[in-house]
């Protein structure tokens, strides 16, 4: 079932071959999963989502991810997963 409330990720160059993911949740969210595709969003599977860093701390429902080796002239998309206690 979809999260009815995901989190938001807003992506900052920090040079052309890295990027810092801020992910926002809920203040209580303690955890995220994130994953990327390189593929058009519109031709995704659920496959194809690939994990780039599970269960990242949060705290009062905020996680940084520095993301490195990005290749040039891809295009990359980011989602992120509320993870709890449970998983």
Not at 11 to 27: F, R, Y
Not at 39 to 68: H, I, N, R
């Amino acid at each position: 079932m979809a999260d009815p409330n995901p989190p938001s990720i807003t992506a900052t160059a920090q040079s052309p071959s890295m990027i810092l993911l801020e992910i926002v949740g809920e203040e209580s969210d303690t955890y995220f999963d994130v994953q990327f595709v390189t593929k058009p969003l519109t031709e995704v599977q659920e496959a194809d989502w690939l994990m780039l860093a599970e269960s990242l701390p949060a705290e009062d429902g905020v996680a940084f991810y520095l993301v490195k080796e990005l290749a040039p002239d891809t295009s990359y998309s980011f989602r992120a997963r509320v993870r709890n206690i449970l998983g």
